[in-house]
Structures are given as structure tokens and as C-alpha cells.
């Protein structure tokens, strides 16, 4: 058995945070994706199963559009920031904003996520043949995390919105 390149291994979570558990296999952290792809609880699914109206109400003073576009907004960042060199000024509150979406808007959203998603590991994969370092292993633990943070809040925010 080789062993896993630690970039790897980041990436096997931040996928299942996002596409969710492979169909009918373990998980690390969400309930499991039943063998027929049911119950699929990553980013991109929970999201697929909303309306816009659904996306756009608010519950507590947050929506789930709104969580969407923070999340797309920090991948963005992770890699402008990795393989840029851009440090900022980065308008973190605004990047919940606008806060509701249209029918028309609500797909486009989701696929800004999913590129978001995909340019995150696009890059990290870029960077397997390169010195391990804490700015990698940080910036990917980190999106790791704050996905997984945000997910864990629309999984909240869809049963206000009576999704669930």
C-alpha cells in the first residue's frame, strides 16, 4: 500500500463535504449516500434540492443563497491566494450579498459553487509535485473546514425553510 499524498487525503474530505459520500460506501463525516445515490448530504445536492424562493428566505437573518455565494466566494479566495499571491482586501461580509436569488440566478449560483469547488482542487492537484508546505496543508485543512462549517449551517437553514 503506497502512501497517501497529504494533498490527497484533504481533498477526499473537502470532496465529501461537497459531492457528498460515494453511493453506498462509508463516510468520514456525513451520513452515508445510499447505494441508489439517495440521501446524498454534500453541498452541491442539498443545494440542487432547493427552489430559489426556498434559497432566498431568510431564517435568522441568514439564507441559504447567501451561504452558497460565501462559499463559492472562499474557494475563489483559496486559490487567488495560493497561486496568486493576492492578499486581499477581501470583502468577506459582502460576499454573502446579495443575500436572495431569482429562478434564474439560483442555478447560476450553484455553478459558480461547483467552479469554485473544482478550481480549488484543480489547483491543489497543480501542487502535488511541489515541497509540502503549511500554506498548502493550512489553505486546504481551511477550506475543508469553513465548507464544512457553512454546509453544516444550510443543512440547518433548509429545515427553516421547511426543505427538510
Given at each position: ?12 474530505i ?24 439517495s ?40 486559490v ?51 515541497p ?26 433548509v ?6
Open positions: 500500500m503506497s502512501e497517501q499524498h497529504p494533498i490527497d487525503g484533504l481533498l477526499d473537502l470532496k465529501e463535504a461537497v459531492e457528498g459520500g460515494t453511493p453506498g460506501q462509508g463516510t468520514a463525516f456525513l451520513d452515508g449516500t445510499a447505494a441508489d445515490g440521501g446524498n448530504h454534500g453541498l452541491l445536492a442539498t443545494l440542487a434540492d432547493l427552489s430559489a424562493a426556498q434559497a432566498s428566505q431568510e431564517v435568522l437573518g441568514a439564507t441559504i443563497a447567501g451561504q452558497a455565494r460565501h462559499i463559492a466566494f472562499h474557494m475563489e479566495v483559496i487567488r491566494w495560493e497561486r496568486d499571491g493576492d492578499r486581499g482586501p477581501f470583502d468577506w461580509k459582502g460576499s454573502f450579498q446579495p443575500a436572495q436569488v431569482t429562478e434564474a440566478e439560483w442555478p447560476a449560483l450553484q455553478q459558480r459553487v461547483q467552479a469554485a469547488y473544482e478550481g480549488v482542487r484543480a489547483f491543489a492537484q497543480s501542487q502535488k509535485e511541489q509540502v508546505t503549511g500554506d498548502m496543508t493550512g489553505g486546504l485543512g481551511g477550506a475543508v473546514a469553513h465548507v464544512a462549517y457553512h454546509l453544516g449551517a444550510i443543512r440547518q437553514l429545515k427553516g425553510v421547511g426543505a427538510a
